[in-house]
């Protein structure tokens, strides 16, 4: 049953892609001289998004505290990592920042294109002029106003836990002295995990944004120590809600 619903939800997302991919081109290209910051191509993708998300019958989707982000930002904005649907989901709840993706990405076929066309960062995660270079960028956006939404594991998570946070979410907050917004979210790993091409039905999908934290309620200028504050919080909370579930 798996396997026929798979079936359905690839095709779905094909035709969905076929469908909509030349009017975002041409939204993009119209838009060119006056949408320096690509704002406008960067909602028609979170609206495409969202739409995507509620006609594919295969989870629940249960979202909480989404006006938290519509405060007075910009943030550096972060969350768990545990299947590539969270970028779809994460653009669903409609927010205005530039995504930091890995530069493989670029290659792969419409996703590449998307993140030309809206002029999402790219780092190399091996290279560490292409780290500075990402982190120059990134400052940038934030001074304009636009918040940057970053995985601070770096990767999926194999087992559905909390992995390892990396620094450069939290030193990108501290040197920009911008709020960080933590989003958690759990269930997409169960339908489609790491390296998975079969989508397993019937999960509910829980996204919680939690309050902005200011630079001053930080506590230290270490990022390390900084990622190791969130990365508690956001396990201390994940477990919350499982345990909740039972």
């Known amino acids: 049953m798996d396997l026929l619903k798979s079936l359905v939800v690839w095709l ?7 469908l909509f991919f030349p009017l975002t081109f041409l939204v993009w290209l119209i838009t060119i001289p006056a949408d320096r910051n690509r704002i406008i191509t960067h909602r028609i993708l979170t609206w495409q998004s969202w739409l995507l998300a509620r006609i594919v019958p295969i989870w629940k989707i249960n979202i909480k505290g989404r006006k938290k982000a519509l405060t007075e930002g910009p943030f550096v904005i972060i969350s768990n990592h545990q299947s590539i649907l969270d970028i779809l989901l994460i653009n669903s709840l409609c927010l205005n ?3 930091v993706s890995k530069i493989e990405n670029m290659n792969v076929p419409f996703m590449g ?8 960062l790219t780092v190399d995660r091996g290279n560490k002029d292409s780290k ?10 934030l001074k304009n106003g636009i918040s940057v939404m970053m995985f601070p594991e770096g990767t999926r998570s194999v087992n559905l836990e909390i992995g390892f946070f990396k620094r450069g979410a939290f030193q990108l907050a501290l040197d920009a002295g911008v709020p960080i917004l933590p989003i ?8 489609l995990p790491k390296h998975g091409l ?3 039905t019937g999960h509910k999908v829980r996204i919680e944004v939690f309050d902005p934290v ?3 309620s930080f506590g230290t200028d270490n990022p390390d120590i900084l990622s190791v ?9 994940l477990t919350t809600w499982r345990t909740e579930k039972h």
């Open 12 to 18: 779905t997302g094909v035709i969905f892609i076929i």
């Open 97 to 99: 920042y530039k995504w």
């Open 113 to 120: 294109w998307y993140l030309r066309m809206a002029d999402y």
């Open 132 to 141: 500075e270079l990402m982190m120059i960028k990134a400052l940038e956006c």
């Open 184 to 191: 958690l979210l759990d269930g997409s790993g169960g339908v």
């Open 198 to 200: 079969i989508f397993s």
């Open 214 to 216: 200011a630079p001053e």
């Open 229 to 237: 504050k969130f990365s508690n919080f956001m396990k201390e909370r």
